[in-house]
């Protein structure tokens, strides 16, 4: 507040300043006006000096022309009337020119008057321009001490708003931090918000889930007692598998031994699977579906052994070669679609009928010719092709009732 007053006195005393100097400068031009004035009169006195100098020459000049005419006049062979013209027209420019003398004469005595007035004038403001100089020579210097003071006010100023600036950018800034903590802290407000409605929440799921717990416990107490159970009985089956394994085994050479026949092959396949593969031209002749008697005694034999696994299912499979059906017989079989259906529903029938195999155990598949085991290019490989494969699958029993011995878990 005080830098301020200071600042404003200092501008005030340099606009009073600034005003006395403007007062002496007027004044200052108006010598220079008055010195101006002189000058240009003294000019045009000389000039009307000149003037009149020629005006008196001319005047005497004509006097002298009239002197000579009224001279010549008087003699005795005077001029004609046309001499006398001109002497009347010379007086008359002699006077007209002493009057213009006399006017002349009358300009000069003012004039010369004026120019006194105007040097008289010259003098005094020639007194009071020294004294203008000597003051303004002052006013100067105090002008430059006013100007000092000002610029070290300005600058002090300049520095007051520099830093006012400089305050105002940090109060922005701080206000733009505070906008920021005020949003931030609204949006952590309203997480809070939503994380404890999500901690209310999870605690009603954990009281919930503690309840589940307490009645899963229970049920595994009951559930430990039936997978001991279950246990037992898995054993049980592990142990009939491994019996049943070597009853087949026993079975297999047995009727390995009984068959004696390279048309009749058994193996035992993945997934506890068995696959016994019945060449076709031991059960039927070629392009019939009716059982030979060595078939039907090979079949009889191979019930025998099924009968020993009553748990399994049995697939019947009909497959043969790429021969065309033709004659006769291509009204009944028209295609080997039907050929190699026909050959696994006569062997199904007569497990059923002839061999006292279960029907519901049974099922029945024709492939045709597009599962051969050789290619269909000779004779030989062509009579591998025609064959029934009759599998004896996996027990799926035993999975299904250990899944339902198990605990239901939510």
Request: with cysteine; net charge positive.
């Amino acid at each position: 507040m005080l830098t301020g007053v200071v600042i404003y006195r200092v501008i005030i005393g340099a606009l009073v300043a600034s005003t006395a100097m403007t007062g002496w400068t007027a004044y200052y031009f108006e010598v220079d006006a008055a010195r101006r004035h002189r000058q240009k009169s003294a000019v045009m006195e000389t000039q009307l000096t000149k003037q009149i100098t020629a005006l008196q020459r001319r005047s005497d000049t004509v006097r002298q022309a009239c002197d000579a005419r009224q001279k010549a006049a008087s003699e005795p062979d005077a001029a004609d009337s046309r001499t006398e013209t001109q002497l009347v027209t010379r007086l008359a420019e002699r006077d007209d020119l002493n009057s213009r003398v006399d006017t002349a004469r009358t300009d000069q005595t003012r004039i010369a008057e004026e120019l006194q007035a105007m040097l008289s004038e010259r003098d005094r403001l020639a007194a009071q321009l020294d004294s203008a100089k000597g003051a303004q020579a002052e006013l100067r210097t105090a002008l430059k001490a006013n100007k000092a003071r000002i610029n070290a006010a300005v600058a002090e100023l300049e520095g007051s708003q520099r830093q006012r600036a400089t305050l105002q950018e940090r109060q922005q800034r701080l206000r733009t931090r505070l906008d920021a903590a005020i949003e931030k802290q609204s949006k952590l407000r309203a997480r809070l918000q939503a994380t404890k409605k999500r901690i209310d929440a999870k605690q009603l799921e954990l009281r919930a889930a503690k309840e589940k717990l307490d009645k899963l416990q229970s049920n595994l107490s009951d559930a430990t007692g039936r997978i001991a159970r279950l246990t037992t009985a898995v054993d049980r089956a592990e142990q009939a598998r491994q019996q049943e394994i070597e009853r087949f085994e026993q079975l297999k050479i047995a009727l390995e031994n009984k068959l004696r026949s390279q048309e009749i092959t058994i193996e035992r396949l993945r997934n506890d699977r068995t696959l016994i593969r019945v060449g076709g031209d031991i059960l039927f002749s070629l392009g019939s579906a009716e059982l030979k008697p060595n078939g039907a005694e090979a079949l009889r034999l191979i019930a025998e052994a099924l009968k020993e696994f009553p748990g399994r299912q049995v697939s019947l499979e009909g497959h043969t070669d790429n021969l065309t059906i033709g004659g006769a017989l291509s009204e009944i079989y028209p295609s080997n679609w039907e050929l190699s259906a026909a050959r696994g529903a006569r062997a199904a029938r007569f497990l059923q009928t002839e061999a006292g195999i279960d029907p519901r155990r049974l099922r029945v598949v024709g492939y045709s010719e597009y599962r051969p085991v050789a290619p269909n290019d000779e004779p030989g490989r062509r009579a591998r092709n025609r064959r029934i494969e009759i599998m004896l699958l996996p027990r799926a029993k035993n999975v299904s009732v250990k899944q339902a011995e198990l605990p239901h878990t939510p």
